[in-house]
């Protein structure tokens, strides 16, 4: 039988960019959803935000920053401005780790490698942002 | 019940690039496709276009393309061009955007942020491309 | 009826970075997997490589590492270095990327267009890596 959840998280970071790990609350989630084999579905609700699959060690987290901001930099330049926004480089670093992730479910559990984690991406944070989470498939026969 | 719905939209575009906003579109065929709650792909066919998730704000989208132009530049070097082929920066252009895009849904409606909007980005244009919208989900109980 | 096959390919390449032609032995999975309309979910279960959809052209996949090098590049001052690994540059290769990719199945095949292939891109190889695909749909009626 077909089954689906779907649940909304709120995250609110202290920092305007702020990288958030999330792989608990979608285990929690993905173990709620009575999904047995199925997909998971994650993704912000904002466009200058983005989630991601990679590793949870703090100095890559900090490289994944820095990086971004040489291929997206902040600049006053940008035409959006011109709207009175300041930041153009959110939408952009969004797109590079390309705003929504997929996740296997399999025997009711994310089905990940030994070192993949996931993450919420913030770069226009310090107010509340949601994320969905959305589970789809069949269930234990 | 599980339900499924794929309907394939043509693009022409006058000009070699250009993004076109696509969620009118496509949250019709989600209407259409008799899904409740589920999940809607959707992608180009081709290798020199994607579908992205952004803001549809004009000065934002000129952002995104002169972006684009820096990060994956268009260039006579590329060693594709030793094909006959002219459009490399197209393809690489395209991986940066992901090429591909995974929408929710809910209650038999996308179930977007705000600001969250739809768009094919065109690369290579100038001729008629196809884009697969794949609606997939549980149909109302 | 809702249908979910899964299946895992371990990857070994020669190379540290390599790119690898999946599009058959995925068309083989899905054709075993008795879905005929839903989506094909492919990823590494690793953080240093990824699965992308482009062409199958040998030019254009040198200019696609070459590109990655470029704005991604190996270089000994990633603060993940500090860890004792080498790699960094690889989790922002995956990144770029994005990692995981979704493809629609329709009639009990992929439904790609012309020219999209399916590749695992490696970027930290040389030993044995793994990649699951999991089909997801209805079968046929």
């Known amino acids: 039988m077909i089954?689906?959840?779907?649940?909304?998280?709120?995250?609110?970071?202290?920092?305007?960019?702020?990288?958030v790990h999330l792989t608990p609350k979608i285990e929690e989630i993905v173990r709620?959803?009575?999904?047995?084999?199925?997909?998971?579905?994650?993704?912000p609700m904002h466009i200058t935000a983005a989630v991601y699959v990679?590793?949870?060690?703090?100095?890559?987290?900090?490289?994944?920053?820095?990086?971004?901001e040489k291929i997206a930099p902040r600049w006053p330049g940008y035409k959006h401005h011109q709207t009175g926004e300041d930041n153009a480089d959110a939408h952009?670093?969004?797109?590079v780790l390309h705003h929504e992730t997929t996740l296997p479910v399999t025997r009711g559990k994310l089905d990940l490698?030994?070192?993949?984690?996931v993450?919420?991406?913030?770069?226009?944070?310090?107010?509340?942002?949601?994320?969905i989470v959305?589970?789809?498939g069949a269930t234990e026969q």
């Open 3 to 19: 089954k689906t959840h779907t649940e909304y998280l709120t995250i609110e970071t202290r920092e305007r960019y702020e990288m």
């Open 32 to 43: 709620k959803s009575g999904v047995w084999d199925g997909l998971c579905f994650v993704s």
């Open 54 to 68: 990679n590793d949870n060690e703090s100095g890559l987290i900090e490289d994944i920053g820095e990086w971004l």
């Open 92 to 95: 952009l670093k969004s797109l």
């Open 113 to 117: 490698g030994m070192w993949q984690r």
């Open 119 to 131: 993450f919420y991406a913030e770069f226009d944070g310090q107010r509340p942002k949601r994320v």
């Open 134 to 136: 959305k589970v789809l």
